[in-house]
């Protein structure tokens, strides 16, 4: 049995106090925190639980437009916040397609951003090689059975893919992330939050020690107004992504595409941005042709292992119907 301190703090500057103590680590849900401890993956020795710090599951407009989601905030919570779902349901159908009612009931959206690989070899600790879990030890995944794993930003450290439908959202909106620790504050956009494995796999985000995301700033764009989010997975719900597509488009009144994002999940280490989705389609009606350029950009440089090769077809075919979909969206009123 692993023995471990807790503490449940009533602000933040208590909070990070405690954080700045090696060894420490935030919980607030649980949803995923709990199964890694209860496996042995991860045995922090001190939990500071924030789920008692106030003013951290607010949801409010910023002075200057756009939304913060305090970091607190449940994931059910957001989905049905009434201005999420007018002015950012992508970001509600990216978060409902997650999970399940009862685990959206206690996750947050600090957790979710910080939510491990659900690689399997990562979770189960009779396989020693594990550079994510135990570094310089080897990537159990490459031999192994890894149909679900990355095709796109892999290393040969590691080929996890993120699990969060709500960052592949959070990315395609632009929105930045508020941090906090004893040092101070800064920001960091979502895009920059998450990282791909490189060399050193164990780090999933950027996150540095006794930091602290206190919220989720929705910039105030007309990104949102015209978007989808398309989850493709093994069944119907309660499963992860396989390929996932958040497309939001800013349409001009004729049709003509004015602003365009793509961003694909299940493919890589961190929601992966299809960065010439906007050259293609910026100043062009929205013709099939253009959505299959935009398809071909995903996935190329794609490096496909023994089990996945079929994330290829299935995520060109993903964006083309996500593109489609974003663009009936508004019209539509969905
Ligand atoms: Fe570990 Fe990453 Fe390899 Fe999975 S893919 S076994 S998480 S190093």
């Known amino acids: 049995m692993h023995n471990f301190s807790y503490a449940r703090p009533r602000d933040i500057e208590a909070a990070l106090r405690l954080a700045a103590q090696p060894g420490s680590q935030f919980i607030a849900g649980g949803t995923n925190l709990v199964d890694l401890m209860k496996g042995g993956v991860q045995m922090p020795g001190r939990l500071i639980d924030i789920t008692r710090v106030t003013g951290l599951a607010r949801i409010h407009e910023l002075p200057q437009g756009g ?57 189960d600790i009779g396989f020693r090689e594990c550079n994510k879990r135990n570094p310089g ?56 939050f998450q990282r791909l494995p490189g060399d050193t796999p164990q780090h999933d985000t950027i996150l540095g020690p006794g930091e602290m995301i206190t919220a989720v700033d929705l910039p105030g764009n007309s990104l949102a107004r015209h978007s989808h989010y398309l989850k493709v997975r093994d069944r119907a719900s309660y499963a992860f992504a396989l390929v996932s597509v958040a497309a939001a488009l800013e349409l001009e009144a004729g049709g003509v595409v004015k602003d365009a994002r793509v961003v694909v999940g299940g493919v890589a280490h961190k929601p992966w941005r299809v960065a010439e989705a906007r050259a293609l389609l910026v100043g062009h009606h929205l013709e099939l042709r253009s959505l299959e350029a935009v398809a071909d950009a995903a996935v190329r440089g794609a490096q496909p292992r023994q089990d996945n090769a079929f994330k290829i077809p299935l995520m060109k075919r993903a964006v083309v119907r996500a593109l489609s979909e974003a663009s009936q969206a508004g019209r539509t009123g969905t």
């Open 67 to 123: 939304l913060r989601i305090g970091a607190l905030a449940t994931n059910a919570d957001t989905a049905a916040h009434s201005l999420v779902r007018e002015r950012y349901p992508l970001l509600s159908q990216a978060i409902l397609a997650g999970a399940s009612p009862q685990l959206r009931n206690m996750a947050t959206t600090g957790g979710n951003l910080l939510q491990r690989t659900r690689c399997p070899f990562f979770y």
């Open 137 to 192: 030890t080897g990537c159990a995944a490459l031999g192994g059975f890894n149909r679900n794993h990355a095709i796109l930003g892999t290393s040969e450290e590691c080929i996890a893919v993120n699990p969060s439908d709500m960052s592949v959202a959070l990315v395609a909106l632009e929105a930045v992330v508020q941090i906090r620790s004893l040092r101070g504050v800064r920001q960091v956009p979502v895009a920059e």
